[in-house]
């Protein structure tokens, strides 16, 4: 029998996604601990998109493959008895042997968060990334739109990054402002090692002046990651969203995190 399960969870304490063969704290880890008690077996789970240290999510979907049958409530709130306060299964659905998170996902989206005032924050410490000065947002939404399409993205590439290569298919970018809070909104097929944190950076500098909007366009034709702008802190980055096709019945669920 084939589940899939939405997760949501704070990136903050973690060591990313992954499990890790030195036994840091990863959500991967925590996740399958919980649900092998609820299954009383061993769980594997696979993951629509791989997520760093620090990074947040609140719309990863996973799916793993038990023996045993159990109610879809026992695959959420089963299980969350078992998760550490910083994760929580959101939603459970038993799923055709077809359906993968990673591989049956059409697109991802993600949201970028930055505080926008003079005082650093306290509370949303490492949930947020703070940049204090003038940030001209309508200059970063029209130089974002010049990533729109199916392109190379190696200039917004991490040298680390495993992809066999760096074209990908941006569906939208949208930069927008509430309050003190700026926020990124990103819709790709897939996305590359750090590129969506890559990208903001090189945003940013476009917001703060420090470049023109048309610098965009020259990264992307250009494909030299050094090139382009820093990597932006992981506590503003949240994963949102994966879409599949409706045959699977997958939830069509999306918790956006805002700030006032």
Known sequence: MRIALGVEYDGSRFC?????????RTVQS?????????????????????TDTGVHATGQVVHFDVAVER????????????????????WAREVD????????????????????????????????YWRYGEINIEAMHEAA???????????????ACQAEHARRCIHYVNVSRKGDFIYIDIKANAFLHHMVRNIAGSLLMIGQGEKPV?????????????QAGPTAAAGGLYFIKVSYPEKYNIPDYCFLPEFS
């Not at 990313?16 to 840091?24: F, L, P, V």
């Open 145 to 159: 739109q010049s990533l729109i399409g199916d392109q190379d993205f190696s200039s917004f590439r991490s040298s």
């Open 71 to 90: 109610l879809e409530k026992a695959w959420v709130a089963g299980v969350n008895r078992h998760l550490p306060d910083d994760v929580s299964s959101l």
């Open 214 to 226: 048309d610098w965009m366009a020259e990264l992307i034709a250009v494909k030299d990651r050094p």
């Open 16 to 24: 990313g996604w992954q499990m890790q063969t030195d036994g840091t």
């Open 97 to 128: 042997d077809d359906f993968s998170a990673r591989f049956s996902a059409t697109a991802r989206q993600y949201r970028y968060v930055i505080s926008n005032r003079s005082a650093r924050p306290a509370l949303l410490n490492k949930r947020v």
């Open 30 to 50: 925590e996740l399958e601990t919980a649900l092998s008690i609820i299954a009383d077996q061993p769980v594997q789970v696979i993951c629509a998109g791989r």
